[in-house]
C-alpha cells in the first residue's frame, strides 16, 4: 500500500522541536525520526551536563537533560525535553467528529484527543496525543481517518530544548512578585525589594561575595549599562563556571532567589537529517520503491548487526511490516508474501 508523503525536517528550538513544510495531497501521513541520545551528546559535547534534580531551581521543573556553557560573563543553561508523540489531522467541518474520536480512542486506552476548531475557518484540526504511539497505532489511524483527512502529520520520539540565557549568574532583579489581588475586575500586583534579602546574604558571607546595585544610567562590573536595575553579589574572588554555579545553589537554599535570566530569541540547532517520505511503501527496508526478497535481507542484516546495517528512519518505519515493532517475523512475512505464501 502505498500513501502519499512529503519532505519534512526535525529541529530543536527555544520554540518547538519541528519545523515542516505543509502538506501538498490528500490524506498525507508525515514522520520524524527518532533523536537519540548520542546525537545530544554530540550537539553538547563542549557543554557540562547538570543534574536535572539538583540544579532545577536554575527554571527547569520537567526537563530529562540539563546542560551548560559560559560565554565569559554570560551562562547559558539548556533545558531539554522529550515530547508526546502525536498525530495531526485537519478535516474539513462536515465530517464527523466524534466517529473518528470513537475509533481512534479504541485502539489505545493511553491516547488523548484534543478537537480545535478556528472561528470562520472551514477546517477542524484534531489531536491525538499519548506518551508512545506506536508505528503500529499510526498506521491504524490513518486507516481509520481515510479520505477524509486533507491531512495526517505524524510526529514521535522528538525533543526541543530550551537555552535560557543568564547575565552574569549572581545578579538578580530588584523586586520579586509576592501577590496578586483581583478587585472590581482588576489585577493588582504586589512587588516587594529584594535588596534585604541579599544585603544580609551579603553581610552574612561578607568574605565570599559584595552586594552591589546597578541601574541604567551606571555602568556595572562589566563596563555596560544594564537594560533594568540589577542586585549583584560579586564574588570577592574568581571563580569557574561550576563554582559560580555552586554560589548560585547556594544563595537559593539561603534566600530562595533565583538568578536574573532570559530567553534568547532564537536557539535551534538540526539534530536529524532530512527524511523523504513521498514514496512510503509498507516492506520497503531499503526505500528503493519496491518490495522484494532484498528488503528482508535488509531486515534481517539490520536486527543481526545494526550498528553495520542500520535502516534509515524512512526503512525502519516501512520494515514494521505487520505493525508490531521491527522483527524477523516483518522479513519473513515479506519472503510469503512475495512467494505468494498468505
Known amino acids: 500500500m502505498k500513501s502519499s508523503k512529503r519532505l519534512i525536517s526535525l529541529a530543536l528550538s527555544a520554540v518547538t522541536a519541528i519545523s515542516a513544510v505543509s502538506a501538498t495531497s490528500a490524506n498525507a501521513l508525515w514522520y520524524w525520526g527518532y533523536i537519540d541520545g548520542e ?29 551548560m556553557k559560559t560565554y565569559g560573563f554570560q551562562t547559558c543553561i539548556y533545558e531539554l525535553r522529550q515530547l508526546n508523540d502525536g498525530i495531526f489531522i485537519e478535516v474539513n467541518t462536515n465530517v464527523d467528529i466524534s466517529d473518528l474520536e470513537k475509533e481512534i480512542k479504541a485502539l489505545d486506552e493511553n491516547i488523548k484527543i484534543s478537537i480545535d476548531q478556528i ?17 503500529e497505532t499510526a498506521k491504524k489511524i490513518c486507516e481509520i481517518v481515510g479520505d477524509k483527512a486533507l491531512s495526517i502529520k505524524y510526529k514521535f520520539g522528538s525533543c526541543m530544548y530550551e537555552e535560557i540565557s543568564y547575565d ?13 489581588i483581583e478587585k472590581d475586575g482588576y489585577r493588582e500586583v504586589i512587588h516587594e525589594s529584594n535588596e534585604e534579602i541579599l544585603t544580609e ?43 559560580h554555579l555552586e554560589l548560585v545553589k547556594n544563595i537559593y537554599e539561603e534566600t530562595g532567589l533565583v538568578p536574573l535570566s532570559y530567553s534568547l530569541e532564537s536557539a535551534s540547532s538540526s539534530l536529524s537529517s532530512k527524511v523523504d517520505l513521498t514514496n512510503y511503501l509498507n516492506g520497503d527496508a531499503n526505500c528503493d520503491n519496491i518490495q522484494s526478497m532484498a528488503d528482508a535481507a535488509a531486515i534481517f542484516q539490520a536486527i543481526g548487526n545494526p550498528d553495520k546495517y542500520a535502516l534509515s528512519d524512512l526503512g525502519e518505519f516501512n520494515a514494521d511490516y505487520a505493525c508490531d515493532g521491527l522483527t524477523a517475523d516483518d522479513a519473513i512475512a515479506i519472503q510469503k508474501k512475495i512467494a505468494g505464501i498468505e
Open 119 to 135: 472561528e470562520n475557518y472551514d477546517t477542524i484540526h484534531i489531536t491525538v496525543y499519548s506518551e508512545v504511539i506506536t508505528s
Open 168 to 180: 552574569y549568574i549572581t545578579g538578580y532583579p530588584v523586586n520579586r512578585v509576592v501577590d496578586i
Open 39 to 67: 546525537l545530544i551528546e554530540e550537539e553538547f559535547k563542549d557543554s557540562i551536563e547538570l543534574d536535572v534534580e539538583e540544579y532545577s531551581f536554575l527554571r527547569c521543573t520537567d526537563c530529562d537533560y540539563m546542560y
Open 201 to 243: 546574604y551579603a553581610e552574612k558571607h561578607s568574605d565570599e561575595v559584595e552586594f552591589e546595585y546597578f541601574y541604567p544610567s551606571k555602568e556595572d562590573h562589566r563596563g555596560f549599562e544594564p537594560w533594568t536595575g540589577t542586585y549583584y553579589l560579586i564574588p570577592k574572588k574568581e571563580l569557574t563556571i561550576m563554582e
